[in-house]
């Protein structure tokens, strides 16, 4: 799709990663190669090791051994909120929304974040003020300029989650980790959001935990397999989709040939 993998080194890189917990080995020896410019997807069926491998990334938990390069340089030492500076920014990590605020004050949250006053709600409305233009930008950016003074609170959950990835966007990141962006959803909000991430996804690089393999053969250029806490396969979606392993830890042996992953299973 956008970036052929051998062009160019990766903008973010594992080797040898590796987590374990009291003897047991949640991420097992993972290597991982992010291309710039392409979404990524990491996959596999429950206790796969796929949000322990996010938790590493982005120092949520220390690794046990192995290494995390960011653009080549070794970024394993980091705390999580020198590895967010550095432009590689998790879902989750600034978009926790809050409820009774609106759509546009959440959003000029995220945008004080780099100015360090992240949490100066006293401030007066004329100080802040400032932020609203870039704010309103980036809800028209999620589709969400309509509900600028609409209270999270009362937003569907799809919406919410549109929201969330504005927030995310405010901080302006190189590298966006997603953690399941359309868990829970239903099917028109799990279309909207996939469209909302081509579109924001332009001009980035994206690393995607998702459990619903027909998103990911929508929107992914390269595919990550874990089974066990261990890479399992890696290419494009057709050569994984077709991959017996994959098939096998998705679904069982029983699968037919006529069938891909997406069609079966949201694992």
Known sequence: MSVDASASPPV??????????????????????????????????NGAGKTTVFNLLTKFLPPTRGEILYRGKPITPLKANQIARLGLVRSFQISAVFAHMSALENVRVALQRPLGTSFHFWKSERTLSPLNAR????????????????????????????????????LDPDVMLLDEPTQGMGAEDVDRIVALIK??????????????????SRLCDRITVLARGAVLAEGDYKSVSQDPRVREAYMGSEIGDDEAPSERASA
């Open 199 to 216: 579109r924001v996804a332009k001009g980035r690089t994206v690393l995607m935990v998702e459990h619903n393999l027909s998103v990911v």
């Open 135 to 170: 704010a309103l930008e980036l809800l028209e950016e999620v589709g969400l300029a309509e509900y600028a003074d609409t209270l999270t609170v009362e937003m569907p959950y799809g919406r919410k989650r549109a929201l969330e990835l504005a927030t995310t966007l405010a």
């Open 12 to 45: 973010l890189e594992t080797r040898n990663l590796t987590k374990t917990f009291r003897g047991f080995t949640a991420v097992d020896g993972v290597d991982l190669q992010v291309q710039e410019g392409h979404i990524h997807a990491l996959i596999g069926p």
